[in-house]
């Protein structure tokens, strides 16, 4: 067992550094996130979304969120899984996303 367990939510802040290359707002603001696990060996699994299910950078975007959460001390083991279900909708956007988009 490792020294330190990390958080779902320190998951969930580095998180915050991945964007979706077409919207200038992070997956966690655009509420793209779902799920974080993080086991008792500190490997994390994360489920989460795109804005619709043809979207081309969904690989970019779920490597990006295994290079940033691997980036964190601690970490043994990273996996992002994409899901459709729930459908994403605008009304998962955070409010601080929403004044990064002017819809506030």
Known sequence: MPDTKVTSEE????MKDVFDPEIPV??????LVY??????KNAVNVEMTLTFPGCGM???IS??????IA???AITD????M???PPWTPEKITPEGKKMLGMD
């Open 11 to 14: 998951v969930l802040e580095a």
């Open 78 to 81: 990273v996996h992002v899984e």
């Open 63 to 68: 490597q990006q969120a295994e290079w940033r």
């Open 26 to 31: 992070n997956v966690v603001d655009l509420g």
């Open 35 to 40: 799920n974080i696990t993080v086991d008792d």
């Open 58 to 60: 969904g690989g970019q």
């Open 83 to 85: 899901v459709m279900e």
């Open 71 to 73: 980036e964190i001390e």
